[in-house]
Nanobody
């Protein structure tokens, strides 16, 4: 059974930082592309950052220079460091594992940026 469990969300002031984690089980983690998506109220889910099985990483333009995605294949975990947070970053952040025609999702973790 595949499980993706996100953690690390919370309430933070503008300009603050958070670090999200996503622990995976039930998959051969190193073979999967791992990504972070987010969904704000009333908006579609959007890709935030992705780190491939080959080690490359890419980001949405809106978070470049502020967010950093990384993965630890030994721990079956992917991370997302969020810096210089803005109110518009408020959303539920979801972890995704993708390989060929397989997609797995976590339950999401809430990030709220507010003073």
């Amino acid at each position: 059974q595949v499980q993706l469990v996100e953690s690390g969300g919370g309430l933070v002031q503008p300009g603050g930082s958070l670090r999200l984690s996503c622990a995976a089980s039930g998959i051969i983690f190193r073979n999967y592309d791992m990504a972070w998506y987010r969904q704000a109220p009333g908006k579609q889910r959007e890709l935030v950052a992705a780190t491939t099985s080959g080690g490359s990483t890419n980001y949405a333009d809106s978070v470049k220079g502020r967010f950093t995605a990384s993965r630890d294949n030994a721990k079956n975990t992917v991370y997302l460091s969020l810096n210089s947070l803005k109110p518009e970053d408020t959303a539920i952040y979801y972890c995704n594992a993708h390989r060929v025609n397989r997609d797995h999702w976590g339950q999401g973790t809430q990030v709220t940026v507010s003073s």
